[in-house]
C-alpha cells in the first residue's frame, strides 16, 4: 500500500512540474504595466515593446558601428530601469514558476542570490524587459557577440557599460551606456585618464550637471574592471546553474516517471 501511495506520488508530482513548463510556453515575462509605470529611474523609461526591440535588433544593416549605436539606443528604449521591492512579482524580478521552477524555488532558499534575479541569458532579459544597469549591459554585450562584434562587460564603481570594437581594422573601442542611452567616441582607458571627456557625451542627452558630476567621478579609474562577457561577469557558478536548471525543469519530471515506472514494475507479481 505504501509503494502504491509512493508510485502515485511521485506520478502526480512529475505531472504538475511538467504542467508547470508547459503553462510557462504560453506566459510572458514581460508585464505590459511597465510601459506606465512611474517608478522607473528614468523618466518615460521604455518605448519600445518586445517585438519592436526583437525586430531592430535582429537587423544589422551598415557598419559594426553603425549597428552597436542602433543597439545601444534600442535596449536603452525597450528595457525599463526597475529593481524596486515592488517588482518582485508584479515584473518578475523573482523568475516565476511557471518560467523556472528551480529558479523560483532558490528565490526562497536564496534570497539574496535569486530574490531578485538577473538574467544571464540575454533573451530571457529581454523578454521580462526590466532590469539594472548590468542587465542592460549584459543584453547589448551578448547581442554585439552574436553580430561578431567584440565586447566587453565594464564594472565601474556604481555602474556598469559595455565596450565595442567599433572598428576592427583600426581596432577602436568605444564605450556603450545602454541604461543611460549614451555612447562615448573613447575607450575606457581613455576615459579613465580623463573622465571629464564623457560630459559632453551625458550632456547632448539632457542629463544634469548633477548626475554627470557622480558619473564623471564614476568613470574614474579606481575599482574599475573589465569582463570579457556575461559569463565572467556573472561568474562560472550562476552563469552555468542558470542554464542548467533550464535543462533540469525539464530532466528531473521525467526521471520521477521513470523511478515511478520502475517501482511500479518491482511491484508486479514475476511470472513462474
Same mark, same amino acid.
Given at each position: 500500500?505504501?509503494?502504491?501511495?509512493?508510485?502515485?506520488?511521485?506520478?502526480?508530482?512529475?505531472?504538475?512540474?511538467?504542467?508547470?513548463?508547459?503553462?510557462?510556453?504560453?506566459?510572458?515575462?514581460?508585464?505590459?504595466?511597465?510601459?506606465?509605470?512611474?517608478?522607473?529611474?528614468? /523618466? &518615460?523609461? $521604455?518605448?519600445?515593446?518586445?517585438?519592436? @526591440?526583437?525586430?531592430?535588433?535582429?537587423?544589422?544593416?551598415?557598419? +559594426? !558601428?553603425?549597428?552597436?549605436?542602433?543597439?545601444?539606443?534600442?535596449?536603452?528604449?525597450?528595457?525599463?530601469?526597475?529593481?524596486?521591492?515592488?517588482?518582485?512579482?508584479?515584473?518578475?524580478?523573482?523568475?516565476?514558476?511557471?518560467?523556472?521552477?528551480?529558479?523560483?524555488?532558490?528565490?526562497?532558499?536564496?534570497?539574496?542570490?535569486?530574490?531578485?534575479?538577473?538574467?544571464?541569458?540575454?533573451?530571457?532579459?529581454?523578454?521580462?524587459?526590466?532590469?539594472?544597469?548590468?542587465?542592460?549591459?549584459?543584453?547589448?554585450?551578448?547581442?554585439?557577440? /552574436? &553580430?561578431? $562584434?567584440?565586447?566587453?562587460?565594464?564594472? @565601474?564603481?556604481?555602474?556598469?557599460?559595455?565596450?565595442?570594437?567599433? +572598428? !576592427?581594422?583600426?581596432?577602436?573601442?568605444?564605450?556603450?551606456?545602454?541604461?543611460?542611452?549614451?555612447?562615448?567616441?573613447?575607450?575606457?582607458?581613455?576615459?579613465?585618464?580623463?573622465?571629464?571627456?564623457?560630459?559632453?557625451?551625458?550632456?547632448?542627452?539632457?542629463?544634469?550637471?548633477?548626475?554627470?558630476?557622480?558619473?564623471?567621478?564614476?568613470?574614474?579609474?579606481?575599482?574599475?574592471?573589465?569582463?570579457?562577457?556575461?559569463?565572467?561577469?556573472?561568474?562560472?557558478?550562476?552563469?552555468?546553474?542558470?542554464?542548467?536548471?533550464?535543462?533540469?525543469?525539464?530532466? $528531473?519530471?521525467?526521471?520521477?516517471?521513470?523511478?515511478?515506472?520502475?517501482?511500479?514494475?518491482?511491484?508486479?507479481?514475476?511470472?513462474?
Amino acid at each position: 500500500m505504501k509503494f502504491k501511495i509512493l508510485i502515485i506520488s511521485l506520478k502526480t508530482t512529475a505531472i504538475i512540474l511538467l504542467g508547470i513548463n508547459f503553462i510557462g510556453f504560453f506566459m510572458p515575462l514581460r508585464n505590459s504595466e511597465i510601459y506606465a509605470e512611474s517608478n522607473t529611474f528614468f /523618466k &518615460n523609461d $521604455i518605448g519600445l515593446t518586445e517585438e519592436q @526591440l526583437l525586430e531592430i535588433l535582429s537587423q544589422k544593416n551598415g557598419s +559594426d !558601428k553603425d549597428f552597436a549605436i542602433k543597439a545601444n539606443d534600442a535596449i536603452n528604449k525597450g528595457i525599463a530601469h526597475f529593481w524596486m521591492d515592488e517588482g518582485i512579482d508584479k515584473y518578475n524580478l523573482r523568475v516565476p514558476i511557471f518560467e523556472n521552477y528551480i529558479l523560483y524555488l532558490a528565490s526562497y532558499t536564496s534570497p539574496a542570490s535569486f530574490m531578485k534575479y538577473e538574467f544571464s541569458d540575454y533573451q530571457l532579459a529581454l523578454e521580462r524587459g526590466v532590469g539594472l544597469c548590468s542587465q542592460h549591459s549584459i543584453i547589448l554585450s551578448e547581442i554585439l557577440k /552574436k &553580430n561578431n $562584434i567584440d565586447s566587453k562587460i565594464i564594472g @565601474l564603481s556604481g555602474h556598469v557599460v559595455v565596450m565595442a570594437n567599433i +572598428d !576592427k581594422k583600426n581596432s577602436q573601442y568605444w564605450v556603450l551606456d545602454p541604461d543611460y542611452g549614451v555612447v562615448i567616441e573613447h575607450s575606457i582607458s581613455q576615459i579613465e585618464k580623463e573622465p571629464e571627456i564623457i560630459r559632453m557625451y551625458y550632456a547632448q542627452h539632457g542629463y544634469s550637471n548633477e548626475d554627470i558630476m557622480k558619473l564623471i567621478d564614476i568613470y574614474g579609474p579606481d575599482g574599475n574592471f573589465i569582463t570579457d562577457g556575461v559569463r565572467e561577469y556573472s561568474g562560472n557558478n550562476k552563469y552555468y546553474f542558470e542554464k542548467i536548471s533550464y535543462v533540469a525543469i525539464w530532466v $528531473i519530471p521525467f526521471l520521477i516517471l521513470c523511478i515511478s515506472y520502475t517501482l511500479e514494475r518491482s511491484m508486479k507479481p514475476k511470472s513462474v
